[in-house]
């Protein structure tokens, strides 16, 4: 979650097992800075593995703050739209 960090014994094996990983928290503050923060530490440990994604401002207006939130509110597709753009 946003306040928790994996200890590196238990997040590097996981990311060793994936090409690219994107960390995507709720779209507040915390979530963002979090992101931001545990995409540091995956890249400081694989060069350019990481990134971080947030929804635009723009939905949080609206209540979507989070993928549920975009996967509830706009549906599957919406969803995989977005993934496609911006992963």
């Known amino acids: 979650n946003e306040g928790?960090?994996?200890d590196?014994?238990?997040?590097?094996?996981i990311i060793k097992r994936f090409n690219k990983v994107t960390v995507w928290f709720?779209?507040?503050t915390q979530g963002i800075e979090s992101?931001?923060?545990i995409s540091s530490?995956?890249?400081?440990?694989f060069p350019n593995k990481c990134n971080s994604l947030w929804l635009p401002e723009k939905l949080n207006v609206i209540g979507i703050s989070d993928p549920?939130?975009?996967?509830?509110?706009k549906g599957k597709e919406s969803l995989e739209d977005f993934?496609?753009?911006f992963t």
């Open 4 to 6: 928790m960090i994996p």
């Open 8 to 13: 590196s014994t238990i997040l590097i094996p």
């Open 35 to 37: 992101s931001q923060k």
């Open 26 to 28: 709720d779209n507040d």
């Open 68 to 73: 549920s939130d975009l996967l509830h509110r």
């Open 83 to 85: 993934l496609i753009k």
């Open 41 to 45: 530490l995956i890249n400081s440990y």
